[in-house]
Nanobody
Framework: QVQLAEYGGGLVEAGGSLRLSCAAS????????VGWFRQAPGKEREFVAA????????YYGDSAKGRFTISRDTAKNTVYLVMDSLRPEDTAVYYC???????????????????WGQGTQVTVSS
């Protein structure tokens, strides 16, 4: 498995921005997809965005389109999620996850990912 650790959460006012980082160690991310998910209190975990480690292509959930940007730095083994125009409804614990090897699509289901970070809290005040 891949070990993942998220950083960069915090408290921000509505309309502000945050950059989350997901640092990977252990097994290679080659041929994997790295995704960001979020979970608000009392709600199911929701897909946010994903990026293919090799090609760098990406895919966004509806809540992220036009406001969030996912990217990766292969030299640093890190995936980023830049979140702009934040809204109170973006408040959640954000998790990054790595898919199983040889994943050739962008999974949006939790079960397609077998490595998860511990999560980082993002709170957006109104």
């Amino acid at each position: 498995q891949v070990q993942l650790a998220e950083y960069g959460g915090g408290l921000v006012e509505a309309g502000g921005s945050l950059r989350l980082s997901c640092a990977a160690s252990g097994r290679t991310l080659y041929n994997r997809v790295v995704g960001w998910f979020r979970q608000a209190p009392g709600k199911e975990r929701e897909f946010v965005a994903a990026i293919s480690w090799g090609a760098g292509s990406n895919y966004y959930g509806d809540s992220a389109k036009g406001r969030f940007t996912i990217s990766r730095d292969t030299a640093k083994n890190t995936v980023y999620l830049v979140m702009d125009s934040l809204r109170p409804e973006d408040t959640a614990v954000y998790y990054c996850a790595a898919s199983r090897r040889d994943t050739t699509y962008f999974p949006t289901r939790n079960s397609a990912y077998d490595s998860w970070g511990q999560g980082t809290q993002v709170t957006v005040s109104s």
